[in-house]
C-alpha cells in the first residue's frame, strides 16, 4: 500500500507565506487532534463486503481527498484496507476501472457520464462523491502572453485586470494563423472538465474551438484553435517545447510553468465557471450494487476527507502529504501557490484566491445532477452527442451516472457519529438554482437543457 504516515512530513519546507490564509499555527494541534480522533473514532463500521480495495488516481492536487483519507485513517475507520495507485493517463485509469483492476478512481467528471451518454468507451459508471470544485488554469506560452498583454484592461497600478477573457487572446490567434503558424492548445481528455472550459472561454470571445464529428473525432471541424490531448504532467514540457502555445489543466502544472518561467496563467476555471464542479469518484454500476456498504463506507471517507481539506489550517500539511512522490510529487512551493488560497500568474504577481481549491465548501461533495447535466449539454453543444435529444433524456441520463442517495446515506451516518453537522446536508432536490457565475454571463438552469444549448453563438443548436 502507499502510505506515508510513518515518514517525515515536517521535513518538507513550508514557506512562512503560507501562513496567511491558511494558518500553519495550528499543525501540532492538528496532528494530535487526528491521532486522538483515530484512536477514539465514534464511528460504526458497516458490514463491508469488500474490506481490500484498489483505487487509481491522476497525479494532481485535487486527488487530495484519498491522500487524506488514506493517511489520516478515514478509510481505515471504516474497516476499508485501501492501495491507492497513479496512473498514467485518463484513458487508462478509465479502463482499468470499466476491465475491473480497479475498484474506483479519481475520474474527470465527464467521463463517467460519456460512459453513459454513449460517446468513447460505454459502460455503466456511477459517481457519489464529488471530489472538488475549480483547481484549473489556462496558460499560455511567454511569447503569447507579450502578444496579449497589450490587449488586457489594467488597473491604476498598471497590473492586468482579472479575469482575463480570451478577447485578449483574438487577434493573437490571427496574427498566428496569418502567418501560418497554426494555433494549438493542449488539454487533458476530450471529455474532460478542461477540454468545455477552455472552449467555453474561446466561444464567449467568438473564437471557434471545432466540432466533434464521425469523420473527425479531433473535434477540429470550424476550428480557429486546433485542441490536442496533452497528458496533465507534460505540458509545461510540450509548451517549452513549442508544440503548443497554451493549455487548460489542473494544478500544479500551471504554477510549474510559472516557476519555471515558461508560461503565465491568464486565468483560472473558476473565472470561467464559478465553483465549477471539477473531479469526481467514480466505481461501476455492478460494484456497487454488488458491495453496497463498502460504496457507503468508502462515501464517508472521503467525505471526511474533504471536510478536513477545507478546515482553516490544514491546508500546510496536505501540502506536505501531496508532495510526496506517492502523490503528485511536484515541490511543495510549487503545490502551495494554489494549495493554501493564493494563485500566481506573471512571475511576482500573486494574488489571494482562497476559492481556486475547495473540497467540502458549498457542498462540494455532493453530485448534484445539475452539475452533470452541465456537462451533457457541452458534450451535445459541440458534437460529442450527434443528434438532438429531448430535454427528458438528459435528466434521465444523469441520474442513472449521479448517486446522491448513496450520499446521502453516508452523510446521515456522519450526522450521528459527530462527523458532520446537519447544516452539511443540502436541502436540494438534486438541482442547484440557475446562475449566471460564467465568464460571459450566460444563465444555466439544469433543468432547461434545451434552451442553454440554444442560448449560444457557437456550438449546436437544438
Not at 21 to 48: F, P, W
Not at 188 to 203: A, C, D
Not at 278 to 289: C, G, L, N
Not at 328 to 335: K, R, T
Amino acid at each position: 500500500m502507499i502510505s506515508i504516515k510513518n515518514q517525515a512530513i515536517k521535513a518538507i519546507a513550508i514557506p512562512a507565506f503560507l501562513c496567511t490564509l491558511y494558518s500553519c499555527g495550528g499543525n501540532t494541534a492538528n496532528d494530535s487532534a487526528s491521532t486522538s480522533e483515530s484512536a477514539t473514532s465514534s464511528t460504526v463500521q458497516l458490514d463491508i463486503e469488500k474490506p481490500q480495495l484498489t483505487f487509481g488516481f491522476i497525479k494532481l492536487t485535487d486527488m487530495a481527498p484519498l491522500a487524506i483519507a488514506k493517511e489520516l485513517g478515514y478509510f481505515e475507520d471504516e474497516g476499508l484496507f485501501v492501495t491507492i495507485e497513479a496512473q498514467s493517463n485518463w484513458k487508462n485509469i478509465l479502463d482499468r476501472v470499466i476491465d475491473g483492476q480497479l475498484d474506483g478512481a479519481h475520474m474527470l467528471a465527464g467521463q463517467p457520464i460519456a460512459a453513459g451518454a454513449g460517446f468513447g468507451r460505454q459502460a455503466e459508471l456511477v459517481t457519489a462523491f464529488s471530489m472538488d470544485l475549480n483547481g484549473n488554469g489556462i496558460t499560455v506560452s511567454n511569447e503569447v502572453w507579450g502578444k496579449m498583454k497589450p490587449n488586457v484592461p489594467k488597473d491604476a497600478e498598471g497590473k492586468p485586470i482579472h479575469p482575463i477573457k480570451a478577447d485578449a487572446l483574438a487577434p493573437v490567434i490571427k496574427e498566428f494563423n496569418n502567418a501560418g503558424k497554426t494555433f494549438k492548445m493542449g488539454m487533458v481528455f476530450p471529455v474532460s472538465t478542461h477540454n468545455y472550459e477552455l472552449r467555453y472561454w474561446l466561444s464567449a470571445a467568438g473564437i471557434h474551438p471545432g466540432f466533434y464529428t464521425a469523420d473527425n473525432i479531433q473535434g477540429q471541424v470550424d476550428a480557429e484553435v486546433l485542441l490536442s490531448v496533452t497528458p496533465p504532467p507534460q505540458m509545461p514540457a510540450t509548451l517549452e517545447a513549442g508544440t503548443i502555445y497554451g493549455y487548460c489543466v489542473g494544478e500544479p502544472w500551471n504554477q510549474q510553468a510559472v516557476f519555471k518561467g515558461i508560461g503565465v496563467p491568464v486565468t483560472t476555471n473558476n473565472d470561467v465557471w464559478k465553483n465549477n464542479p471539477e473531479k469526481v469518484f467514480v466505481m461501476t454500476k455492478k460494484f456497487m450494487e454488488e458491495n453496497p456498504n463498502t460504496a457507503i463506507a468508502v462515501t464517508k471517507a472521503l467525505i471526511r476527507a474533504g471536510k478536513w481539506l477545507d478546515t482553516p489550517g490544514n491546508r500546510p500539511k496536505a501540502v506536505g502529504i501531496l508532495a510526496n512522490s506517492a502523490y503528485v510529487g511536484a515541490d511543495s512551493v510549487v503545490i502551495a501557490n494554489s494549495m493554501t488560497g493564493t494563485f500566481e500568474y506573471e512571475k511576482g504577481d500573486k494574488r489571494p484566491s482562497p476559492d481556486f481549491n475547495v473540497f467540502f465548501r458549498y457542498h462540494a461533495t455532493y453530485p448534484f445532477y445539475s452539475d452533470g447535466i452541465w456537462f451533457l449539454t457541452q458534450m451535445r453543444r459541440w458534437g460529442q452527442i450527434p443528434e438532438s435529444k429531448p430535454a427528458a433524456w438528459y435528466a434521465e441520463t444523469i441520474k442513472d451516472i449521479y448517486r446522491p442517495d448513496i450520499w446521502m446515506k453516508a452523510a446521515e451516518l456522519l450526522v450521528k457519529e459527530g462527523h458532520l453537522e446537519p447544516a452539511d446536508i443540502p436541502d436540494t432536490d438534486g438541482y442547484k438554482a440557475p446562475t449566471t457565475a460564467f465568464i460571459d454571463g450566460n444563465s444555466y438552469d439544469g433543468k432547461d437543457p434545451i434552451g442553454y444549448i440554444n442560448s449560444f453563438k457557437i456550438g449546436n443548436k437544438d
